[in-house]
DNA sequence: AACAACTGTTGACGACACCAATTATTGCGC
DNA sequence: GCGCAATAATTGGTGTCGTCAACAGTTGTT
């Protein structure tokens, strides 16, 4: 599976984008006379949007997100699924509170995310023996053998979406992702 | 309008978060008896999805978003009207099939996006003289007005996201995402 | 016993990515 | 010139997702 992650764009012709030398390329929409070119790149609020890494960010962690859906598509599963089995495989066994906090989903979403993997069998509910409000979350041997069986292909996903990095900027860029997530979520 | 960016969160209960010592504190989900801890973190697929800067980006961008957000909700705007009007700024016009290329937007989302711009007196859209199934939109001098005024709170999200950054790291942050956005959208 | 706080749960709403279909228009081949 | 594939903008529908409000069962406190 995941082999050929590729064919995001069906119509290849979404990507005629030049590194270099942008933010000028009238070519076509130059013709509407009214207004003057009144087009400054001195002017500051006229960079690209492209420019902010906070936008950045925005585009890639969709990307991103999109990568990992392609990668679990054919098992059913989703990446908040995928999310919380990791999370239970490290945290063996956890309340959907904990759950939702760790992950930073609402707890409303949670029901429906161990809902599914209990369906699948990859994860079960058990009662909290000193609160009976709460359920412990537990991973089940199926989900064991899923995230076992899976673990090659999900780092691919990474590597697919690092793939222009050389291992030594992708451990940079790695430490300075977690910098930023560090004073937030996880 | 628009001068503090900061109330992101009204309930300041959600961010319980400690940057370092993670992956580890049962100190509640416990003991629930049955299963032995079967966590050996020897085992590779055993580590924690926020050890994959895949899953990393994918955080980041869903809190970049909602910072732009929260920064423009006073505005009527959300992110993409903002990607739009940046756009518009650097190219001066343009058709909304290129609006669509540039930001990965669907065309069908451009549609919309465009009319809540045009009827905010942002932009409007203008016939193309020599293809009338096209529309140019251009900027209106009220959202020329927007992006100026806009501008430093625009740079102020991006500042807060990456707060525990020094400016260099920053600037190497930016590289890499670029380079890592290079190949594909932009 | 009464009350606030908390857990899981359901429901609704909006934003958004994605895809299929439609209309008006263009360009191309014949 | 006439049909016909391709294209731009548009509409509509589907599914995921983030967010919030409300609710029931349970806990702890007073």
């Not at 990568?67 to 945290?91: M, W």
């Not at 009976?132 to 292909?153: C, H, M, N, P």
Request: a neutral charge; charged letters at 30%; proline letters at 6%.
């Amino acid at each position: 599976m995941l082999d050929s992650a590729h064919e995001t764009h069906p119509s290849g012709e979404r990507r005629d984008r030049r590194p270099g030398a942008e933010t000028r390329e009238p070519a076509i929409a130059r013709r509407h006379t009214d207004t003057p070119p009144p087009i400054d790149a001195d002017e500051p609020w006229m960079r690209a949007l492209h420019a902010d890494s906070g936008y950045l960010l925005y585009r890639l962690g969709l990307r991103s997100g999109q990568l990992f859906n392609t990668f679990l598509q054919e098992s059913g599963l989703r990446l908040r699924h995928y999310a919380v089995l990791r999370c239970l495989a490290t945290c063996e066994g956890a309340l959907q509170r904990e759950l939702s906090a760790r992950l930073g989903y609402d707890p409303s979403a949670i029901v429906g995310l161990v809902d599914d993997l209990e369906k699948l069998g990859f994860a079960e509910r058990r009662p909290a023996p000193d609160d009976r409000r709460s359920r412990i979350v537990v991973l089940t041997e199926g989900g064991r053998a899923f995230l076992r069986d899976t673990d090659q292909a999900g780092r691919r996903v990474t590597d697919e979406l690092l793939t222009p990095l050389a291992p030594a900027e992708r451990e940079t860029l790695h430490k300075l992702l977690v910098r930023v997530a560090g004073n937030g979520l996880a």
